[in-house]
């Protein structure tokens, strides 16, 4: 093992020496852990894993992580491996991510979070501590579940003190607060639907419907408590809700069960063709003067997607699933484009679509001025999916995994 330099915390703002291995948590919500890997000169050769060193004691049947003692934060990954994040040296050096979400019910001083890397044998090769701080918010914005059996949940933000917008991949060291009142945005989770039994997730700005999210949605991620959301101050009159969608169990029990519910829900069995853990997200911009979406985001294998929107109508999503692997590949080959490729390959690591997109709101300059990008999300197991929108090119990320800027 070596002196722990190849695991690196990485911020899109400054890091001063004494704060290297340091970093605030969200209150009552989720953040990222973004972390680069320079591979050692001892390092082996083959599959290596990073994952927290704390695990959930039953990790064949819930794929989660804590902080070193306790069990307020949950650590998750995508990908699909048990293992953690999986990655090879010959790929050079990584970017990993860890979602670090609160769980708890009050706001801890720090909690120290310890990431080790191992090869496929179990053997250690890395780790180092990270120490999460509160930030300076004594009434952060938090979400209230009304649950509303059998049929769902009602769920709206309570607090008087808002995050500032926090990218998924580029985050901040620092989250800053607004102390601001939370606009009326509200979602309801529909547990059933008329349509189907899939389960629906509805944002509205008091009685104006500003998106429908549907897929499968329905026990596991309502009553288990697997769907959360994050509001965030963008610019002025634009606020960011962000969606998460989250696959960590094999099974359930009733001990997993949305509290309110146990006992009158039914434990079940996930599909084996499920990738889990997984984690998806949509983040949606809303104007809460003129009560609309102005732009969506989202992501497709480790690239960033954004569209404007101009249109009254709601948004539709949804979370593509069970597609198998034969039939994600023909699906791959037949709706991949060019243009996405060419536009994201070359781009450098720093890209952020998000901050354009703010940069045009400052400017008050957002006419469509580049090619839009169309079929190009492809279909796969929890793939997020807009249906009613377009891609625009200057939105694309290059793949957050790749180094491409110098550090």
Not at 114 to 129: N, P
Not at 211 to 235: C, M, N, P, T, Y
Not at 257 to 262: Q, S, T
Request: glycine share 6%.
């Amino acid at each position: 093992m070596s002196d722990g330099s190849a695991l690196r915390l990485i911020s899109a703002s400054s890091i001063l020496p004494t704060e290297e291995n340091t970093l605030h948590y969200l209150p009552f919500g989720t953040t990222t852990l973004k972390l680069r890997f320079d591979p050692p000169a001892d390092c082996p050769e083959g599959v290596l894993f990073a994952a927290p060193k704390q695990r959930h004691l039953e990790t064949e049947r819930v794929i989660v992580g804590h902080e070193d003692e306790g069990q307020e934060l949950w650590i998750t990954w995508g990908g699909g491996k048990v293992e953690g994040i999986h990655f090879t040296p010959s790929q050079g050096q990584r970017y990993l991510y860890f979602n670090i979400s609160h769980r708890g019910d009050v706001i801890a001083e720090d909690f120290p979070v310890t990431i080790q890397v191992k090869d496929a044998e179990g053997f250690l090769v890395e780790e180092r501590c990270f120490t999460f701080y509160s930030p300076h918010a004594r009434q952060p914005v938090r979400l209230g579940w009304q649950t509303d059996w059998p049929f769902g949940s009602t769920l709206r933000w309570q607090g008087k003190q808002v995050p500032r917008y926090q990218s998924r991949w580029w985050p901040q060291q620092r989250i800053e607060f607004d102390t601001r009142e939370a606009p009326p945005l509200s979602l309801r989770y529909d547990r059933i639907t008329t349509s189907d039994r899939w389960g629906r997730v509805i944002l509205s700005l008091g009685d104006t419907t500003l998106a429908k999210v549907e897929g499968r949605l329905e026990s596991a991620l309502h009553d288990g408590h697997l769907f959360d959301a994050d509001l965030f101050h963008f610019h002025e009159n634009i606020w960011a809700v962000r969606l998460w969608f989250v696959w960590l169990h094999n099974t359930f029990t009733q001990d997993d069960i949305y509290p309110d519910l146990r006992g009158r829900a039914v434990p079940l069995v996930r599909d084996s063709r499920e990738e889990i853990p997984d984690a998806e997200r949509f983040d949606i911009l809303v104007d809460v003067k003129e009560k609309l979406v102005t732009h969506i985001g989202t992501d497709n294998h480790y690239k960033e997607l954004w569209g404007q929107w101009w249109e009254a109508r709601p948004v539709l999503a949804r979370i593509g699933q069970n597609v198998s692997p034969r039939t994600l590949l023909f699906i791959l080959a037949a709706r991949a484009t060019d243009t996405l490729v060419s536009l994201s390959e070359s781009r450098a690591d720093s890209y952020d679509p998000a901050a354009i997109i703010r940069e045009e709101f400052i400017s008050g300059s957002r006419a469509l001025t580049f090619e839009e990008v169309r079929d190009s999300i492809s279909w796969e197991a929890h793939a997020p999916i807009v249906d009613n929108f377009r891609i625009q090119g200057e939105y694309i990320s290059g793949d957050v995994r790749v180094l491409t800027d110098e550090q």
